[in-house]
């Protein structure tokens, strides 16, 4: 039996990990921990019967509390809660599923207790990868990409010798507004932008597919997973989103993982690594596919990408600044606040305003978020 704990489990990735505890009778949920989607967290919990969980805010806790009064959970509340959660003695992983930098102290918490982690969570490698990697090597606890395209990469990486890695070739589908010039972006209505051609993801994430600021978290993410440099990781835009992800060796040759765009595939492999379990679902058909087509990503027109590199070649506490300007950014967009085309334009201004720190702790990094955060409120 494998025990797991899930941190953000009424979320996308969060539900579909949840499907394969249902279809795998030997994974078990030891701890959950949600926002504020209370139903859906009570029906969870009342289905997979955790023995801790969590939620947001007070209220929301107390009132979960209130609705599992005939059961023998313990309700644990907001960043205490998902640091409960991210120790408990009886799991074995920890699948990091919320979204954001507030995933940095759980993670943390989870690498010192020794726990491997399916890492979801892009946001927290982004800003804190200098902290979190050194710690997994010196705990002994493995990071497992649940990310596509970094499973793609994890899986074309099995059996080689790492030395003779000459790239990553990072695949991008390019989004609803691929091919579209900068003008075009202009008017972008919140709908198309929540509207991706090939993956149903979150709300975040799938804006940050739109401004090609997910595949910038993703050149980071990747840099830190896989201890490259950046001038080892190429963007490649492949709209069928087939190939998940390459490696490119140094004799030329290069691994790809292929598959239909299904984030259970890259779930799974990060929960049973090295294993591969059966899986039901679509299977690509060459005949019916035909072609598959690759371009370079116009930087110019999606300057979230550019940016991206920009905060990466930076480093330090710069990719802090460009993710936290980034997801307050998002946000606003999500609650029409602002245009689409703001969202890179925010981005910069709190890049050129913020003071570089070569190597921030942690505490660094949190007051980095807020500095920025703050920074956006006295403008929007
Ligand atoms: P969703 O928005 O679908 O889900 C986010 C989850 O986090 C929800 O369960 C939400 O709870 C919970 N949450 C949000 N804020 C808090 C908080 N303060 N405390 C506790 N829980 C909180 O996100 P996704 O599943 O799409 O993405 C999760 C992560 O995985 C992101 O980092 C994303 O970049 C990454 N990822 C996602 C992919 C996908 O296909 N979705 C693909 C690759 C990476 P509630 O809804 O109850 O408020
Ligand atoms: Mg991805």
New binding site residues.
């Given amino acids: 039996m494998k025990k797991i704990a899930i941190?953000?489990?009424?979320?996308?990735?969060?539900t579909q990990t949840l499907e394969l505890v249902r279809e795998n009778p030997d994974l078990s949920v030891v701890g959950l921990?949600?926002?504020?989607?209370i139903d859906?967290?009570e029906q969870q919990v009342r289905e997979f019967q955790p023995k801790l969980v969590?939620?947001?805010s007070e209220e929301a806790c107390k009132e979960l509390k209130t609705r599992l009064a005939d059961m023998d959970v313990t309700v644990v509340c907001?960043m205490d809660g998902?640091i409960a959660i991210a120790e408990m003695e009886e799991a074995q992983v920890l699948v990091t599923?919320?979204?954001?930098m507030?995933?940095i102290r759980p993670t943390i918490a989870a690498i010192q207790k020794g726990k491997d982690i399916a890492l979801?969570?892009?946001?927290t490698l982004v800003t804190a990868g200098h902290i979190i990697m050194p710690l997994a090597k010196e705990r002994g606890v493995s990071i497992l990409p649940?990310?596509?395209e970094h499973s793609a990469i994890f899986q074309s990486l099995q059996g080689e010798n790492r030395e003779r890695v000459r790239k990553l070739l990072i695949t991008a589908s390019g989004g609803p507004f691929r091919g579209k010039a900068r003008e075009a972006l202009e008017n972008v209505r919140l709908e198309d932008a929540l509207h991706h051609p090939n993956?149903?993801?979150?709300?975040?994430?799938t804006i940050?597919s739109a401004t090609l600021v997910?595949k910038g978290?993703e050149v980071m993410e990747a840099k830190w997973l896989f201890g490259v440099g950046l001038e080892q990781i190429q963007v490649v835009v492949h709209p069928q989103s087939i190939i998940h992800s390459m490696v490119e060796y140094v004799d030329g040759g290069i691994m790809a993982q292929l598959g239909m765009p299904d984030?259970k595939l890259p779930i799974q492999y990060a929960l049973f690594y090295p294993d591969r379990r059966p899986m039901k679902g679509k299977r690509v058909d060459f005949y019916a596919l035909g072609s598959i087509t690759f371009e370079k990503p116009d930087m110019e027109t999606f300057t979230g990408l550019k940016l991206a590199m920009r905060a990466a070649r930076e480093g330090g506490s710069v990719p802090t600044v460009f993710n936290a300007a980034n997801e307050m950014a998002v946000r606003l967009f999500l609650n029409k606040k602002i245009r689409f085309l703001q969202i890179p334009e925010i981005i910069e201004m709190c890049m050129d305003a913020q003071k570089r720190i070569a190597s921030p702790s942690v505490e660094e990094i949190l007051a980095c978020e807020q500095e920025t955060y703050e920074l956006i409120r006295t403008k929007f």
Avoid: H, Y
């Fill in positions: 941190l953000g489990s009424t979320g996308s990735i969060g921990a949600a926002g504020s989607n859906l967290f969590s939620l947001q907001g998902l599923a919320i979204v954001g507030i995933g979801a969570n892009k946001e649940v990310d596509s993956w149903s993801m979150g709300n975040k994430i940050d997910n978290l984030m």
